[in-house]
């Protein structure tokens, strides 16, 4: 390690230091050339709330690389509970400070910082281009190698972009709502009524029978949409839904999630789809996901480009977004490290 990485002080990023705060909004804004040009730029409310609210079940611990009193890098792990990993959300050295040996200082500082929250691995995605695709930077595959770093050989998935102004998916209206079924709108937050629907949905993605919803205290089954929630209006994000209710039980059978930032009006997250597995086979996620768009349209009628993110395994949600116009742009690759290097 040269001079320069010798000489850095780490400070913790923490939401009650204000200082510390606007100095790593700065440089992650200043770092914008590193964003895919088919990503969203990122949002100052949206990157100032994910410090103060981290998504439900886990913890965040991250650092502010200093360098003469000047934030040069930054490092942030997300701490799944009761995982061994720690997972890399951030590792980011100032444009104009890079190849002095921060990068590799950030890195083997997050082994340090894992180990120090008992953690054994660290684990990350790295983009990489689609055969016939957007070019990607193949630097850092190169640099994770060099680090000891290797593909995990799983949490492969392809991300997704649909530009609403190539291609209009409700051009010809929306499909009809299947019999027996009918289609019902919410916001950010989730309706009590089906608060619990949502919560097992998301756990089970659909697999658990739609009659056990519900068992066990309602606290414990409404947590997680509660604490997702808690964390999206944290961050300055508005959320659209629409969910289908099958009309002979009244149960929740399948919905759909958008969300935005405060940011950028143009840019929309395609979130989570789930139809349960007693009510799939009907077409209802390309008509939740139609249906939700037009809902978004009208009270975000700017919004133009649409990205979405999906695991491999995950073969008829990427088909179905194919259908909709969404074009794949680049593939991330899980990789893994162990917080201990090999000597």
């Not at 205290?217 to 964390?231: C, G, L």
Request: charged share 20%.
């Amino acid at each position: 390690m040269n001079d320069t990485a010798a000489d850095l002080r780490f400070v913790p990023l923490d939401a009650g230091d204000p200082a510390t705060l606007d100095a790593w909004l700065r440089l992650t804004l200043d770092s914008t050339e590193d964003v895919p040009l088919s990503a969203a730029p990122p949002c100052a409310a949206d990157l100032t709330g994910s410090v103060r609210f981290a998504p439900p079940g886990t913890a965040l611990a991250g650092e502010l690389a200093l360098l003469g009193g000047q934030a040069v890098g930054a490092l942030r792990l997300v701490l799944p509970d009761g995982a061994p990993v720690a997972v890399v959300d951030q590792l980011l050295t100032a444009p104009k400070e890079r190849r002095q040996g921060i990068g590799t200082a950030l890195f083997r500082r997050a082994r340090a910082l894992a180990a120090g929250h008992g953690r054994t691995r660290l684990v990350f995605d790295v983009v990489q281009a689609l055969p016939g695709g957007p070019a990607r930077d193949e630097g850092p595959a190169a640099f994770a190698t060099a680090l000891g770093a290797s593909p995990a050989g799983s949490h492969e998935g392809v991300h997704q972009w649909l530009d609403l102004g190539a291609h209009d998916p409700l051009a010809d209206g929306a499909p009809a709502v299947p019999a027996g079924y009918r289609l019902q709108r919410w916001g950010t937050i989730t309706p009590d009524a089906f608060a619990i629907a949502v919560s097992e949905l998301e756990r089970s993605l659909g697999e658990s029978p739609p009659e056990t919803w519900g068992e066990g205290p309602e606290a414990i089954a409404t947590s997680h949409v509660r604490r997702f929630e808690r964390m999206r209006v944290g961050r300055g994000r508005r959320a659209y839904h629409v969910g289908a209710v099958h009309e002979e039980t009244g149960r929740l059978a399948g919905f759909t999630s958008a969300s935005k930032t405060t940011g950028n009006p143009e840019h929309l997250l395609q979130g989570m789809t789930v139809v349960a597995a007693a009510h799939r086979g009907h077409g209802l996620g390309l008509v939740l996901k139609l249906a939700n768009l037009a809902h978004v349209r009208e009270y975000e009628p700017r919004v133009r480009l649409i990205e979405t993110a999906n695991a491999d395994s995950n073969r008829p949600m990427i088909a179905l977004n194919e259908a909709m116009g969404f074009v794949p742009q680049e593939r991330f690759v899980s990789w893994e490290a162990p917080v201990a290097p090999a000597v």
